[in-house]
């Protein structure tokens, strides 16, 4: 059976300057305009502590994204507020100016226009993309990389969007939805990756995502966690990683909680940035099959990638057997523990962190992380069952072992 990878972080330090993306002020903001959103509601954070004390761990808590805004996953706080901010600078506004109510006035239309937006995904970014286009009158095109499911087209589909199943990976359909973008008049490219040239929307995105990490502090202090001591958070290109690992590194400067980086082992780019140890980032390349399509992303987020090489402690490669058995675990809890519907990408971390507790093969990365009864482990789950056939596939008929 193939076994979980790691690498400690030891990378030569920068200058940081990335981090002041995900100032906590700037993640008000976004938080601010999504709270304007009629659709909107906090998600709920669930303490699992049956689970925790099988785990050996004091605290375990799993913010539930099969919530958000009724599609099943966080990503449309990304590319939503992205698009809020192109729009505030194209009018020469403060996004803070820019609530749903006024950019879905037909007065905002008529002084923007309308433009396209581009974007491409293995499902739940292009469905954020789609679904913010349509409520604000604007238009959506979506490419998906060869392997994606019928049913995550059709999500997108629905949404109004003009979507394709591409026959090539994800990385190369970001630069086939990038070069179209360019030769299209009034066309913008959403994607959540950087590269040279190309930051500012990516880092909008980015600070969208501080949402979901802020709610989950204000949460973490009701159930009275000060803060997490630990937190696991999956990557593909690392935009939500650097996201929450900056959110986090800004709230608790003094006393930032350990981060774990989690990534599928056939497109574990960040993993092998930090093997190779000299800050560089590295690429995946090829068809990085696995069932966590949303973390099947071969190069690095250059934004996120300066961020996490100077504050994550671990990162780490799982093969598809460990985001199988989180799906499973937080699909069927110790009784007492709620329940959470967990996608591939979405239960990757809860695997990882149960397979740490559970197996003493991972005894060394588990004494150098320092879990145990005193750890408050937060972890994100990303996604509900997006794919419903192959959720029911794993969770019910037992597959990928």
Same mark, same amino acid.
């Given at each position: 059976m193939e076994t979980i990878k790691w690498a400690v972080n030891r990378m030569p330090g920068t200058e940081d300057a990335s981090l002041k993306v995900m100032d906590l002020s700037q993640v008000k903001k976004a938080r601010a305009f999504h709270e304007s959103f009629p659709q909107y509601s906090v998600t709920p954070l669930a303490k699992l502590e049956k689970m925790a004390d099988y785990l050996g761990l004091g605290a375990v808590y799993v913010k539930d994204e099969s919530y958000r805004f009724g599609l099943n996953a966080f990503k449309v706080l990304g590319g939503s507020f992205a698009m809020a901010r192109y729009i505030a600078k194209q009018t020469g506004r403060d996004? %803070?100016? #820019?609530?749903?109510?006024?950019? @879905?006035s037909q007065k905002l239309r008529e002084e923007f226009g309308q433009a396209t937006f581009f974007t491409a995904t293995d499902g739940n970014h =292009?469905? =954020?993309?789609?679904?913010?286009? %349509?409520?604000? /009158?604007?238009? %959506?095109?979506?490419? !998906?990389?060869? /392997? @994606?499911?019928?049913?995550?087209?059709?999500? +997108? #589909?629905?949404?109004?969007a003009k979507a394709s199943i591409e026959e090539y990976n994800y990385d190369e359909c970001v630069r086939m939805a990038n070069e179209m973008a360019m030769k299209t008049e009034n066309g913008v490219m959403v994607q959540d990756t950087a590269w040279e040239g190309y930051e500012e929307i990516p880092s909008w995105i980015m600070q969208g995502y501080g949402t979901m990490a802020m709610e989950a502090d204000e949460q973490l202090k009701e159930y009275g966690c000060e803060r997490?001591?630990?937190?696991? +958070?999956?990557? /593909?290109?690392g935009s939500l990683a650097g996201a929450v690992q900056g959110y986090f590194a800004n709230r608790y400067p003094d006393h930032p909680p350990k981060v774990v980086v989690v990534e599928a082992a056939a497109a574990a780019c960040l993993y092998k940035g930090a093997v190779k140890g000299d800050g560089t980032p590295q690429i995946v390349e090829g068809d990085m099959e696995t069932i966590m399509a949303g973390l099947a992303c071969g190069e690095p987020n250059t934004i996120s990638w300066d961020i996490?090489?100077?504050?994550a402690d671990t990162f780490a490669a799982v093969p598809d057997w460990v985001a199988a058995r989180g799906m499973r675990m937080l699909a069927a809890p110790l009784k007492g523990d709620p329940p959470v519907t967990s996608g591939e990408s979405g239960a990757a971390p809860f695997g990882m962190l149960a397979c740490? !507790?559970? !197996?003493?093969?991972y005894g060394k990365l588990r004494d150098h992380l320092g879990l145990n009864r005193d750890s408050k482990v937060l972890l994100f789950s990303t996604e /509900?069952? @997006?794919?419903p056939q192959r959720y029911k596939s794993i969770v019910w008929n037992g597959n990928e072992r």
């Open positions: 996004v %803070a100016d #820019l609530p749903y109510e006024v950019l @879905t =292009g469905r =954020g993309v789609a679904w913010a286009a %349509a409520r604000l /009158g604007q238009k %959506a095109v979506v490419l !998906m990389p060869k /392997g @994606t499911t019928r049913t995550r087209l059709e999500n +997108i #589909l629905a949404e109004g997490p001591t630990h937190v696991f +958070i999956q990557a /593909g290109v996490l090489k100077n504050h740490l !507790m559970t !197996m003493e093969e /509900g069952d @997006t794919d």
